[in-house]
């Protein structure tokens, strides 16, 4: 599923037990990424799912972790751009299109999820303010404020052409905030860091506040004894994918 320039690493792909049975129902879907350096390794996602599909009949979201920046050090910054490629289109047109041609997910949108950590956190929860007709819900693992937040002058001049305005309009505060009225009610976001992570737990305060006041239903966990490491990611993950599971049609509520 290659896009414009942009070269993608190969994706993975996670079917739960229920995608495997004669006639399977249909099922949610996730797209998750990893962080910068990295690549699209499904361990820690597939852990938490086979854990919610063990304790659920099977039943478990289908993921595709896929790769937001082509190369590990590379930073594409979650946009379409002449230098690194169409790195959005991939992730909010082409996979969703593939999923949809190829998977047997469900064809509500409110049951697809975007999500990431660190890195590809912040890809996330740009494309859920960007494309709310796409992802119906978001898991933004210690991600980065905004796309770029650690090269700010670099993002600027090879995403932006030099259009400091455009890189302020394109982060993702900004993006919700100019959305309209009513466009995420409905919308879940779920913002976790570790406890411990100075650097990268004050954003994701703050993007769980903006997220809030954009017209998200919001919750924010930060991971006890966790900094911006695997165990973040991995507790992170078992706390997520049990509260998602009523939203995803595959749990019934908390009483």
Not at 129 to 139: D, M, S, T
Not at 179 to 202: E, K, Q
């Amino acid at each position: 599923m290659p896009s414009g320039a942009f070269a993608p690493r190969d994706a993975s792909l996670y079917l739960p037990p229920a995608a495997l049975v004669p006639d399977p129902p249909k099922l949610p879907l996730i797209v998750f990424m990893m962080g910068q350096p990295g690549s699209p390794d499904p361990t820690s996602l597939a852990k938490a799912l086979d854990s919610f599909a063990q304790a659920h009949q099977g039943l478990a979201p289908i993921a595709i972790v896929a790769d937001q920046t082509s190369q590990g050090d590379l930073d594409p910054s979650c946009a379409d751009s002449a230098t690194y490629g169409e790195v959005a289109t991939y992730f909010n047109t082409l996979i969703p299109e593939w999923a949809s041609s190829h998977l047997n997910v469900t064809a509500d949108h409110r049951k697809w999820v975007i999500g990431g950590f660190s890195n590809g956190g912040s890809c996330a929860l740009k494309w859920a303010g960007e494309y709310p007709q796409v992802w119906g819900a978001l898991l933004d693992a210690s991600g980065n404020e905004y796309p770029g937040s650690e090269h700010v002058d670099e993002t600027t001049a090879d995403v932006f052409g030099g259009d400091a305005a455009a890189f302020e309009a394109a982060k993702p505060t900004s993006i919700m905030a100019a959305a309209p009225p009513g466009t995420y009610a409905g919308h879940i976001a779920i913002f976790l860091w570790g406890a411990s992570d100075g650097v990268f737990g004050p954003g994701q305060q703050r993007n769980a506040f903006a997220a809030q006041a954009a017209g998200f239903t919001t919750l924010a966990h930060p991971v006890p004894g966790a900094g911006h490491d695997g165990p973040a990611l991995d507790g992170g993950l078992a706390f997520a994918i049990p509260v998602l599971g009523p939203a995803l049609g595959l749990a019934a509520p908390s009483p």
